[in-house]
């Protein structure tokens, strides 16, 4: 089967609607280390030997990044939209002629959230398993603020883009789940796509939409929640013993 690879965007203005998020978030990648610490060997180095450190599974990101920050204009559902604010506002684009997209130039860029390594005891997919929700804030530029990013670097050049996952069989229809979640109860224009658009999310608001009918907003953002957690310690589970079995 071949694989998929999922990408997301998103604009989150609400600093109360980030923390709540940020927060559920961490409890998941929480649990995801906690499957990832049982596979994962310690890290040895030799006396005198110079080498890098494992990336932590879970990184909290709080930080101003400065320098040459390149922006993609793909972080947003319309590029020129956003590129025409940016050039409105008197930052240098760069074209595509060597990018998959125009590049927004920033000197300075705040960023904020999580990035944590998603569990998959098959490792199929070393260099794209980590799911990032972290948020540019730059109240200077609005048609930025709160916007989704994934941070990695070109040279000296930090650059912010889509945020994406390679899935394979495993969690595909879970991602739906998790990301409906998110644009129900807490981002009204998350944006993701897997085989489709938004892949999953009318049966999903459905299933939400009935039990806030019962329980009311607050219990239930909690409990379909917790039932997004559960899901996904029930694939983890399955697909751990998959592989013990086929080892």
């Known amino acids: 089967m071949s694989s998929v690879n999922v990408v997301w965007k998103g604009n989150c203005r609400s600093l109360e609607a980030r923390s709540r998020l940020l927060a559920d978030l961490h409890k998941l990648a929480r ?4 499957y990832l610490r049982r596979v994962e060997r310690p890290f040895l180095s030799v006396v005198g030997e110079d080498r890098a450190q494992p990336r932590p599974n879970i990184e909290m990101i709080d930080e101003v990044r400065e320098g040459r920050v390149l922006v993609s204009s793909a972080i947003g559902p319309h590029k020129q939209t956003l590129i025409a604010r940016a050039q409105e506002a008197g930052l240098t684009v760069l074209p595509a ?3 998959e ?17 998603l569990f998959d005891p098959r490792a199929l997919y070393p260099h794209n398993d980590r799911m990032s929700f972290v948020f540019i804030e730059s109240p200077e530029h609005h048609f930025l603020d709160g916007r989704l ?8 050049s930090v650059v912010l883009a889509s945020p994406s996952v390679e899935l394979q069989s495993y969690l595909e229809d879970w991602t739906d789940c998790l990301f409906s979640w998110i644009r129900f109860f807490l981002m009204g224009d998350f944006w993701w796509r897997r085989h489709e658009e938004l892949q999953g999310y009318t049966d999903y608001r459905g299933v939400f939409e009935a039990v806030q009918t019962i329980r009311g907003s607050a219990e239930t953002e909690d409990a379909t929640f917790d039932a997004v957690l559960s899901t996904f310690t029930q694939h983890a589970e399955y697909w751990r013993e998959e592989v ?3 080892a």
């Not at 997209?101 to 390594?117: H, N």
């Not at 990013?149 to 070109?154: H, L, P």
């Open 31 to 34: 649990l995801s280390d906690s």
């Open 97 to 99: 002629k060597d990018r």
């Open 101 to 117: 997209t125009e590049m927004i130039v920033l000197d300075a860029v705040r960023l904020r959230g999580i990035d944590f390594k």
């Open 149 to 156: 990013v994934q941070i990695s670097k070109a040279g000296d």
């Open 244 to 246: 013990q079995r086929s």
